[in-house]
């Protein structure tokens, strides 16, 4: 055979390198399912809103049984939700479901992409939502990746006839679909796209209907299904010991943040699609019927089709290595293709396989996982050859001034090491998500670079390219740098391979809070990135505040150790907001940024650098009471907050919680989504209840409606019923309609300025029926809706009061809202007016 030079082309889009995770290492039943994919050319994109919206039953049966390269869209990357797992929100928690909607599809077979559009939270109608998502822009994102991904079938998980009906952000996201379907293969729309793709006109779009959307199964059997495609995703894949709905429930588990961790399910399940446009498949079962899927869909494919159809006919379970003659020989044929995108995309596809059955394993190890700009690390190769075939690696390079193993023979299962020292670039960017690198608006993320967008992550910043000569082909294979190392309570692990700046900093709180007029010291944390780092600090601060020290020098010997340093801040005499900022100095040169690390052990180890900032709050607020009772629920940093205007937080197990165990707090606070995450809680309501009707004050906070057994219904001492009720606009006008309550009124005068400044909604979850032994304090809505009394209930029982609030505190107080602060205080130091004014008279 004689030699040809073919490099991989790494095109945007493409199938996604599992980047910082263990390789690959596929039996030969995977081998085989690999090369069916690889002989299907028809592609399918899934199009939602959310992660967690995606039907994964749906994307395994068409990747893994149809064999189609199959993806999801989600509009957002789910900024805007809770998180069961773990503190991360807002953006942090866009980065931990991003990476967990990367490990669902790496269970289920598909592939990820985004647009630029942030989930801001609920909204009640898609006008509202595409409104702050700026539509054009959200539109165009769609438009783009379906140009680039080039579906032949688009499924919609939501109706986009149906607004109001349930989350704006579902009902936009098919909106958005429906309308795309016919402007990508529209020259004139978008036209700036057209230099790095083409148009592109899908054939089919459908909406992925069900008898959830009818009401019920009844209605749904009556309905008419004449333009519905049905199949059975509960298909059992022998080669793989699994059915398909046993992978689509591991890939929904991945959604760990969000409860999502489930049972797996098996045996026969009807699923329907509807079609919206396009011709209607006359094989009910077979959504790509008509369209040509085979090789000889590509000019010149069918030579490159005759040989892999031979090899699956008669692929070699017991030695796939035998068909490596074959597949290079195709691979070959497949360089003569036209069509760039096929030829580039197959060609992966055939790299990887050829990779597989010859059992080549190369690795680029870094020393450490990170390194910074300008410095010089060691990288560890490693490549073997596991088959009887012929392998020379020709070079293996990294950059210009990073190469070696000229002409190394890759003998049969002997291994060939080297060490390449690569000196980092300069230049080189940090590694961080990269639509967080500018800052965005609340319907919208900055991303300057159009080809980015799409991608679920920031490619990462070095790959060994190893060149082999591979029984008389010359081809290259791409290998991300990452760091291999083990633990001995972990075993092997992977991480990725990263660029950091050679320090950071961060406040140990985001927000303070100084309640009285007097100076606190405020703690900086800076961490090392390199050795013998040597600079100062210095505290960039509003008007109005004094920090007595200009700067303060510091010494770090190792990287990785931290040193705190200390600040004293004074505040203000008034009341007054505002943010400060460390500022580094190293070697003349100023670093401002904070690293957050995301690691949990589903996702690979996630690297955020934002700016290292906090808020400064100087709050005339008033308290009774000082020892508050913290139950944790879903997670909330609502007890840091406390903290901060001065109350002593004490963290409840509820299984420690026994009769007159709780008598010592001033107040009891529960935790959001307590009765839904802690099953326990059941056995501890009288206690709960004997609490308050001794006197003290039981304050819950919002927990999900319908997300509990029967035994929870009963949270209050009177009749609640939760509904899903809930005012998303954080600007809505709220109207204290219990004027004379003394939560309203003690020791926090509260008036209409409180509810400015909130971040995100007002509240959720906002009981819709109570026993007339509560009072609504507030009145609020949204837009065109009727108004809502249940985000705040007051009941008082025996000698306390039991609170229930729907409020979004969990998001306020982090947030320093002047005002929550001020609500919260007054809900602990509820029925403590004459206590204090005991307290004066014997004073």
């Not at 009072?775 to 809706?785: C, F, Q, R, V, W």
Request: glycine residues 8%; aromatic residues 10%.
């Amino acid at each position: 055979m004689r030699k040809i030079w073919v490099c991989c082309i790494c095109i945007l889009l493409s199938i996604p390198i599992l980047q910082a995770q263990a390789p690959k290492k596929r039996s030969s039943a995977e081998l085989y399912q690999a090369l069916q994919k690889l002989n299907f050319l028809g592609t399918a994109l899934y199009v939602a809103a959310h992660p967690d919206d995606e039907n994964t039953r749906l994307i395994s049966y068409l990747s893994n049984h149809v064999k189609a390269r199959t993806g999801y869209l989600s509009l957002t990357r789910g900024d805007g939700g809770q998180n069961l797992i773990g503190p991360e929100l807002r953006e942090l928690l866009g980065v931990l479901r991003t990476q967990e909607l990367l490990a669902a599809r790496r269970v289920d077979g598909g592939e990820q992409f985004f647009t630029r559009a942030n989930d801001f939270g609920y909204s009640k109608r898609p006008e509202e939502t595409l409104t702050i998502w700026e539509k054009d822009l959200v539109l165009g994102d769609v438009i783009r990746i379906m140009r680039q991904f080039r579906p032949d079938v688009i499924i919609n998980r939501f109706d986009h006839r149906t607004p109001g009906t349930t989350h704006g952000h579902h009902t936009a996201s098919a909106m958005l679909s429906f309308e795309a379907f016919d402007l990508a293969g529209d020259a004139d729309a978008y036209p700036e796209q057209l230099s790095e793709s083409e148009v592109w006109q899908p054939k089919r779009l459908f909406f992925n209907t069900s008898w959830w959307f009818y009401g019920s199964r009844e209605n749904f059997e009556k309905a008419d299904k004449s333009k519905m495609l049905s199949m059975d995703i509960g298909v059992y894949y022998p080669l793989r010991g699994l059915s398909n709905n046993e992978i689509a429930s591991m890939a929904s588990s991945q959604h760990l943040c969000q409860g999502f961790g489930r049972l797996t399910t098996r045996g026969s399940q009807e699923e329907y699609i509807e079609l919206l446009k396009g011709d209607l498949p006359k094989d009910p079962n077979n959504l790509f019927e008509g369209i040509n899927t085979s090789w000889s869909r590509v000019k010149g494919g069918k030579a490159v089709g005759d040989i892999l159809y031979a090899v699956e006919k008669d692929f070699d379970f017991r030695d796939p290595s035998q068909h490596l003659p074959q597949l290079l020989q195709a691979y070959e044929k497949l360089q003569m293709v036209e069509d760039s995108h096929w030829r580039e995309l197959k060609s992966r596809e055939l790299e990887d396989l050829i990779a597989a059955v010859s059992g080549l394993y190369l690795e680029a190890s870094a020393d450490y996982a990170y390194a910074n700009p300008g410095q010089e690390i060691k990288i560890q190769i490693e490549a073997l050859n596991r088959s009887e075939w012929n392998m020379t690696l020709n070079s293996v390079k990294i950059t210009d001034n990073a190469e070696g193993g000229q002409g190394t023979t890759l003998v049969s299962n002997q291994k060939a090491n080297l060490e390449l020292n690569l000196e980092i670039p300069k230049n080189t960017s940090y590694t961080s998500p990269y639509w967080l690198v500018e800052k965005g608006s609340l319907g919208m993320y900055v991303v300057d670079d159009p080809k980015l967008i799409g991608k679920p992550e920031t490619p990462r910043a070095f790959y060994a390219s190893f060149d082999l000569d591979i029984n008389g082909m010359r081809l290259i294979f791409k290998r991300p740098v990452v760091r291999r190392y083990s633990r001995p309570d972990k075993g092997e692990l992977y991480r990725p391979f990263e660029i950091l700046p050679e320090v950071t900093a961060s406040f140990t709180d985001k927000v303070q809070i100084f309640d009285e007029g007097k100076p606190r010291q405020i703690e900086v944390t800076v961490k090392a990135h390199r050795d013998n780092l040597k600079g100062s600090v210095s505290l960039s601060h509003p008007d109005g505040w004094t920090v007595a020290e200009s700067a303060i020098p510091f010494e770090i010997a190792n990287r990785d150790e931290e040193k705190s340093l200390l600040f004293t801040l004074s505040p203000p005499e008034t009341e007054n907001e505002g943010e400060i900022r460390p500022v580094i100095t190293v070697g003349g040169k100023q670093y401002s940024k904070a690293l957050v690390s995301i690691a949990y052990d589903h996702i690979p180890t996630q690297s955020v650098l934002l700016p290292s900032t906090a808020k400064v709050v100087r709050l005339n607020i008033q308290k009774v009471g000082e020892h508050i009772g913290y139950i944790m629920g879903a997670g909330d940093k609502v007890p840091e907050s406390l903290e901060q205007i001065g109350f002593t937080v004490h963290m409840i197990d509820p299984n420690d919680i026994q009769p007159g165990s709780l008598e010592k707090y001033d107040a009891v606070v529960v935790g959001i989504r307590a009765y839904n995450v802690l099953p326990e809680l059941k056995f501890k309501q009288q206690y709960l209840f004997d609490y308050v009707s001794n006197g003290g004050n039981l304050i819950l906070q919002y927990n999900t409606a319908g997300r509990w057994a029967a035994a929870y219904e009963d949270i209050a001492p009177y009749p609640l019923k939760l509904s899903k009720d809930r005012v998303t606009d954080e600007n809505s006008e709220v109207k204290i309609i219990a004027k004379d309550h003394a939560l309203v009124n003690f020791p926090n005068a509260i008036n209409s300025e409180d509810f400015e400044g909130w971040v995100q909604e007002r509240g959720l979850y906002f009981p819709n029926e109570w026993d007339p032994a509560f009072t609504p304090i507030l009145s609020m809505k949204d837009a065109n809706e009727a108004s809502k009394e249940g985000a705040l209930l007051v009941a008082p029982h025996g000698k306390g009061y039991y609170i229930y609030t729907g409020l979004s505190f969990f998001r306020e107080l982090p947030a320093g809202v002047s005002g929550a602060f001020k609500i919260f205080a007054n809900m602990i130091s509820l029925g403590k007016e004459k206590l204090e004014n005991e307290s004066a008279i014997k004073g």
